[in-house]
């Protein structure tokens, strides 16, 4: 029996088909529980670091020391490596890649702290070696062609110019990632934090509680808004608070609402009130955004209809009439 036999043999691609519908099973279920674990270890981090603020804030205070900032948080992965701490202060990385904005886009991506900070620089420095190190073996003992070596050097060269970038890549697809988490959440966070207010509580009471209640469905939210509620409690601005949530997030729904709260914190408004016409906004905005991506279908169905389906169906019209004429 030939291999082309076997394959198509009924018993052969019955069991081919039940071992892949077994391993889609087993990957379902261990991709939910995979994204359960990981999201109970999120929420965990986030309650290590919001009692480490609160240790460090205690010290402060029993130092009576002066500090500019309060409710520097814990942060996580603050002891980098000491290779990684030495490269950077001996090349001085930070002034040769370190911007105004550096810190700000860390901290959008989840990533905080001076561990992460050198880290990241670290990894904008060796990326681009291991690049064009990856690159020369590929064209100079791999790459077929008959190529001048001057050439495959060149090209070499050209990939480890290229992956210099791959760090600055990669921290915006984090940064796009948690941010459409927290786009997706934040309507639904608001309308909760407006049932608290409306139910009595405080606004530091309903952050918390929507930070417990949204986790769910966007951990990063929830993350967001437990650091928001430790800031609350030890910074002696309140406005420092908010504007670090909508800095932290770099969404403009975000920090619109803050907006708003910090001027009604300051202005003596009702917050319940505040908090009504934002999320009035937010359903609203929500809405467009559906309507455009409805709007958007049609034409992108376009492509895939005159590539799958029309094809199709002009062989199944065209078919028996080429066959009667065939057998004529």
Known sequence: ???????????????????????????TFGSHLFERAERKG???KVAIEREQ???QEMARLRNQASVKEGARGNIRGADARSYMKSTVERFSLQKAFMDETTVEKLAQAGLRGQGELTKHLFLR????????????????FMSPGGRPLFINLVYA??????GAYVPILLLKNKIQKRQQSVRRAWPDALDLMLLCVEAGMSIEHAIRRVAKEIGLQSTELAEELTLTTAELSFLEDRTRAYENLGRRTGIDGVRSVMTALIQADRYGTSVGQALRVMAEEGREHRMTEAEKKAAALPP???VPLIVFFLPVLFI????????????L
Not at 316 to 327: D, F, G, K, R, W
Request: glycine share 4%; aromatic share 8%; proline share 4%.
């Open 157 to 162: 060269i050209g990939v480890g110019l290229l």
């Open 300 to 302: 992108k169905m376009t």
């Open 53 to 55: 603020m609160r240790a």
């Open 125 to 140: 420095f060796v990326t681009p070696f291991v690049v064009l190190a990856l690159a020369i073996l590929y064209f100079v």
């Open 42 to 44: 999120r929420m965990k």
């Open 316 to 327: 199944v019209i065209m078919a028996p009439a080429i066959i009667t004429a065939m057998s």
């Open 1 to 27: 029996m030939s291999l082309v036999d076997r394959i198509v043999d009924p018993g052969v691609l019955i069991a081919i088909f039940a071992a892949i519908s077994a391993a889609a099973i087993v990957f």
